[in-house]
Nanobody, 117 residues
Framework: QVQLVESGGGLVQAGGSLRLSCVAS????????MGWYRQAPGKQRDLVAA?????????ADSVKGRFTISADNANIKNPVYLQMNNLKPEDTAVYYC?????????WGQGTQVTVSS
């Protein structure tokens, strides 16, 4: 079993920054990929940023140039971070990390990010 715990969310004013962390515990294997997703009230859960085992990254258009995904421990990619700069009210959501490895897909419980205008 793999458990994921996100942290680093909170309340910030527009233009501010937050750094989210996702720490995996349990039976940790090398990843296939890891991603950060977000879900605002009444909306679907969408991909924000992802990183592969090789270190390739991709971002949603809405966060390009503002958010950066990174990870420690090259193959295991644990923890994974999401640096969020120049935050906007529309970034308000619960942010989840997703870890894909040989066991399957694993979600964290989410961390709330609220950006005030």
């Amino acid at each position: 079993q793999v458990q994921l715990v996100e942290s680093g969310g909170g309340l910030v004013q527009a233009g501010g920054s937050l750094r989210l962390s996702c720490v995996a515990s349990g039976s940790i294997l090398s990843i296939n990929s890891m991603g950060w997703y977000r879900q605002a009230p009444g909306k679907q859960r969408d991909l924000v940023a992802a990183i592969t085992s090789g270190g390739s990254t991709n971002y949603a258009d809405s966060v390009k140039g503002r958010f950066t995904i990174s990870a420690d421990n090259a193959n295991i990619k644990n923890p994974v971070y999401l640096q969020m700069n120049n935050l906007k009210p529309e970034d308000t959501a619960v942010y989840y990390c997703l870890r894909n490895d040989a066991y399957g897909s694993h979600w964290g419980q989410g961390t709330q990010v609220t950006v005030s205008s």
